[in-house]
């Protein structure tokens, strides 16, 4: 389980992170929903040690991770897509994913697993990162971070821009690293019907603060939908 206690972050002078406290349960999908500039990317970054923290903790399995630099935060089972996906536009397809296992020993070949994950990677291995589609470009991303082998996917508003088709081929991926491989995931989402369909748990952000959370079955019962309307 990750475990988010009392957690504040600022820029400059505004505070963006207001004692934010939240629970990720082991192998479960659990989603952050919030209106845009809440603060969604801005806690996924403390969570990655990407941006320093100003107070609080942040245990992953027991252990106090909130100052470890972001390095061992993915040695110890941690993996962030980010918002955007980042993806390298002149690197091939194959040396994107090998960049993703970088932190680990002598990486040289890419598992057969993430390729089964996502045929099209395999297909278009030898193809430039920026002539892939952008929904193309968010699978590599996701593969990218899996090869680091994660206990905990940590996923930043995937569905941004990318065509229907690709968003169900996605959300059946997560289930399938949920169900299947026991992974742990934190999807940061604002489409609602998707993060619905595949929520274990909600947690629901307005202006750094936490203000609402449960079961995924309750999302719409809780009024989820209307919180998060713009
Ligand atoms: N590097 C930065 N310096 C200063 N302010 C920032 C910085 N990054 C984000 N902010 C501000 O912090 C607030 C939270 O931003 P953040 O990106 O975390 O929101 P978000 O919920 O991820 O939004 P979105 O849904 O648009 O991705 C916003 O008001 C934003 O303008
Ligand atoms: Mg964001």
Request: proline share 4%; aromatic share 6%.
């Given at each position: ?101 970088a932190s680990r020993k002598a990486p ?8 089964d994950l996502f045929p099209v990677l ?20 996701i593969g990218r971070a899996l090869m ?83």
């Amino acid at each position: 389980m990750l475990e988010v206690e009392s957690l504040n972050q600022y820029y400059g002078g505004s505070h963006i992170l207001r004692d934010v406290r939240m629970t990720v349960p082991d192998a479960e999908l659990t989603v952050l929903l919030g209106r845009n500039g809440v603060g969604k990317t801005t806690l996924l970054r403390c969570l990655m040690g990407v941006v320093p923290t100003k107070s609080g903790t942040i245990t992953w399995r027991g252990s106090k991770i909130s100052s470890m630099a972001t390095h061992a935060r993915v040695a110890s089972g941690l993996a962030y897509v980010p918002q955007g996906r980042d993806i390298f536009g002149r690197l091939t397809v194959e040396e994107n994913l090998l960049v993703g296992a970088a932190s680990r020993k002598a990486p040289s070949k890419i598992p057969d697993r993430i390729y089964d994950l996502f045929p099209v990677l395999r297909d278009m291995k030898n193809r430039r990162g920026g002539d892939l589609s952008g929904g193309q470009q968010q699978q590599l991303a996701i593969g990218r971070a899996l090869m680091s082998e994660p206990q905990l996917l940590i996923l930043d508003e995937p569905t941004e821009g990318i065509q229907p088709s690709i968003i169900r081929d996605i959300g059946r991926t997560l289930r399938q690293l949920v169900d299947e491989m026991g992974m742990t995931v934190l999807l940061v989402e604002q489409y609602y019907d998707f993060a619905r369909e595949l929520a274990d748990r909600y947690w629901v952000m307005s202006r750094g603060e936490i203000v609402a959370g449960g079961a995924g079955s309750e999302m719409d019962a809780h009024g989820v939908r209307e919180l998060i309307a713009v």
